[in-house]
């Protein structure tokens, strides 16, 4: 367990996102402006998305409006 980032009872954001991640075989993301933060964008649900960590972009791969 690590002492890095808020503290989830005993456990720490990085821990929580490290241990699930690696269960569900999926990359984990975290730091972009959406989702619970207090200045955040549109992420549209069911629109296909490339998501890049490393350089820190996400581009829509199709409309998100019909």
């Known amino acids: 367990m690590s002492n890095d980032g808020d503290g989830y009872g005993a456990f720490a954001l990085m821990d929580i996102f490290e241990h699930y ?17 207090a ?7 069911g629109s296909r998305a490339r998501i890049d960590a490393d350089a820190g972009t996400v581009q829509a791969l199709e409309p998100s409006v019909r």
């Open 21 to 37: 991640g690696k269960l569900a075989a999926v990359p984990t993301f975290y730091g972009a402006p959406f989702g619970h933060v």
């Open 39 to 45: 200045s955040n964008s549109i992420m549209p649900v």
